[in-house]
C-alpha cells in the first residue's frame, strides 16, 4: 500500500502556487534607514570630490565641500525615497489593496497573558487604503 501512494505521488505530484512574499531583513527601523542613507552619501561626496579635488590642480576645498553637501542631501533624499516607497507586508489570507486581492499565507499572532492565558490569532482579511 504504501509503494502505490508513493508511485501516486511521483507520477501525479500536487500543483505549487506561486506567491510574492516580502520579507523585510534588518532595517525595519524608517530612522535608522534615512540616517545610512544620509552618511554613505555624505561619504561617498567625500571620496568624489577629493578624488576631484586631486585630478583638478587648483588648491581649493570648495570642491570637497560641495561634493559632500550633495552627498549628503542626495543620501538623505535617497534614503527618505526608499521608506516611503517600499512595499507594506502583509500577514492576512486576502488582502484587499487599490481594487486587487491578493492571497497569501497567513502570519498567525501569539500571545500569552498569563500561564493559563495563551491565544492564537489568525488574520483572515486586510483592507488597505
Known sequence: ???VALLALVLFPAGGFAQVE???????NPVLTVSKSTIYGGLAGLVLGGALALAVNENEG????WFFVAGTFGGFGAGVYHVTHRPAPSSALFSI???RVDVAMPAPWFSAS?????TVRVPLLDIGY
Open 114 to 118: 498569563g500561564p493559563k492565558e495563551r
Open 22 to 28: 516580502v520579507q523585510r531583513r534588518g532595517e525595519e
Open 62 to 65: 570648495d570642491i570637497v565641500k
Open 97 to 99: 489593496s487599490s481594487g
Open 1 to 3: 500500500m504504501t509503494l
